[in-house]
């Protein structure tokens, strides 16, 4: 029988429900050290994923994240510097955000892989490599959140728990 998503899929990670707000996406991203959470509705419904890099674009001052030109999303402005933030304009930036819901940041669903619980593994680990991140697992027919197919949910649980061989400890 050929191994499948579900079999490996991490079910234990934390998640935002919709009216979640920034008060708690920044907690769970730097206490669990995640990247992204996915968001869903009261019914358990998926509705996209809340990223770290998301929060980060969230501290930084808008004029340095604003784009005219979408092919420029990326690189924005390269030299900052003529620009000064103290610590204490990173927290107050932090606070100005706390009650925006997090459901008005999800990323780009085009840039979120997804997956059937029934999908072969192979599968899986194929869009963990094309897309370089986690892959969300949503039941086909009631869009139900699931889990979360990482490359350490596949090695962990097709080679075992690793431990790092005694040579190479310090």
């Keep these: 029988m050929s191994l499948l998503c579900k079999d ?7 998640v935002l429900k919709a009216t979640d707000t920034m008060r708690l996406a920044y907690p769970l991203i730097r206490q669990k050290g995640v990247r992204f959470l996915p968001v869903i509705d009261d019914d358990g419904k998926y509705l996209g994923v809340f990223t ?12 340095l994240t604003i784009h005219p030109n979408r092919k420029d999303a990326d690189t924005g402005i390269g030299h900052l510097h003529f620009f000064h933030m103290k610590e204490n304009d990173f927290h107050e930036r932090l ?5 925006e819901k997090v459901v008005d940041y999800l990323s780009e669903a085009s840039n979120i892989p997804t997956a059937k ?9 194929l869009l963990l490599y094309k897309y370089k991140r986690h ?10 959140y699931k889990g979360l197919l990482t490359i350490h949910s596949v090695l962990d649980n097709i080679f075992g728990p690793y431990d790092l061989p005694n040579d190479l400890k310090e």
């Excluded at 490996?8 to 934390?14: G, H, N």
């Excluded at 606070?95 to 009650?99: G, L, N, R, T, V």
């Excluded at 619980?117 to 680990?125: D, F, K, Q, S």
Aim: proline share 9%; charged share 20%; aromatic share 0%.
């Design 8 to 14: 490996v899929m991490l079910t234990d990670q934390p």
């Design 135 to 144: 892959v969300v697992i949503v039941d086909e027919n009631t869009h139900q």
């Design 52 to 63: 770290s890099s998301t929060l980060v674009r969230l501290l930084l001052p808008t004029a």
């Design 95 to 99: 606070e100005a955000i706390q009650d």
């Design 117 to 125: 619980p029934e999908t072969p593994i192979l599968e899986g680990v």
